[in-house]
């Protein structure tokens, strides 16, 4: 999605937060089926969630604008991949934040 910044950089920042407040429960946005996402990039992405572990997600499959960008751009997403992929990550969402759910119970 043309981001100005990489996974490893992501990493970072979340590393810098988790030093400062070990505790801190982390949120984040995230599209699947962006024009041109591949299954490849989606599992680096399914990853990199799970490996943060995040509390929250906010989820949503792109859906094209009229007039925009991104709904001219070559290599869209089939519907039906979209909402496998969303599926897939709200799995992990869940499975994460219950995690950090239990682990925090108690503190």
Same mark, same amino acid.
């Not at 992501?10 to 299954?39: C, H, K, Q, W």
């Not at 859906?63 to 991949?81: I, K, Y």
């Given at each position: 999605?043309?981001? =100005?910044?990489?996974?490893?950089?992501?990493?970072?920042?979340?590393?810098n937060i988790?030093?400062?407040m070990p505790?801190? =429960?982390l949120?984040?946005?995230?599209?699947?089926?962006?024009p041109?996402?591949?299954?490849e990039?989606?599992?680096?992405?399914?990853? !990199?969630?799970?490996?943060?572990?995040?509390l929250?997600?906010? !989820?949503?499959?792109?859906?094209?604008?009229p007039?925009? !960008?991104?709904?001219?751009?070559p290599?869209?997403?089939?519907?039906?991949?979209?909402?496998?992929?969303?599926?897939? !990550?709200?799995?992990?969402?869940?499975?994460?934040?219950?995690e950090?759910?239990?682990?925090?119970? =108690?503190?």
């Amino acid at each position: 999605m043309d981001r =100005g910044y990489t996974a490893e950089r992501y990493r970072r920042i979340v590393d810098n937060i988790r030093r400062a407040m070990p505790n801190a =429960g982390l949120s984040a946005d995230a599209i699947v089926g962006f024009p041109g996402e591949t299954e490849e990039q989606f599992q680096r992405t399914l990853q !990199l969630v799970e490996e943060i572990g995040f509390l929250t997600v906010n !989820l949503a499959a792109y859906s094209p604008r009229p007039n925009t !960008l991104a709904a001219q751009r070559p290599n869209q997403v089939p519907e039906e991949d979209k909402k496998r992929r969303l599926q897939q !990550l709200k799995d992990v969402v869940q499975r994460c934040s219950l995690e950090q759910s239990r682990r925090m119970r =108690g503190q």
